[in-house]
């Protein structure tokens, strides 16, 4: 059984930052990928940023420029710094994980920007 904690989310005025971290633990060999996803409310999960075991990485445009992914492979963890915000980040903040082509989900973090 895996499972991710994320852990960083909160409130923060506009043009403020935040880091999100997210730790995978449990019947762990190999992850292939590691990223966020956001679900703002009315609205469909969308991909923010993801990261692969080499360390390449793609963002959502939105967020291009502002944020960035990182990951530790040795403690099976990843960040995901963010710079910048504005209002429409606010959103609630998914971590996953694809572990032997099996896709697995944190209980998400809230993210907040005041308009």
């Known amino acids: 059984q895996v499972q991710l904690v994320e852990s960083g989310g909160g409130l923060v005025q506009p043009g403020g930052s935040l880091r999100l971290s997210c730790a995978a633990s449990?019947?762990?060999?190999?992850?292939?990928?590691m990223g966020w996803y956001r679900q703002a409310p009315g609205k469909a999960r969308e991909l923010v940023a993801i990261?692969?075991?080499?360390?390449?990485?793609t963002y959502a445009d939105s967020v291009k420029d502002r944020f960035t992914i990182s990951r530790d492979n040795a403690k099976n963890t990843v960040h995901l710094q963010m710079n910048s915000l504005k209002p429409e980040d606010t959103a609630v903040y998914y971590c996953?994980?694809?572990?032997?082509?099996?896709?697995?989900w944190g209980q998400g973090t809230q993210v907040t920007v005041p308009s």
């Open positions: 996953n994980a694809i572990i032997w082509s099996k896709s697995y």
């Open positions: 449990g019947s762990i060999s190999s992850i292939s990928f």
């Open positions: 990261i692969s075991s080499d360390t390449g990485t």
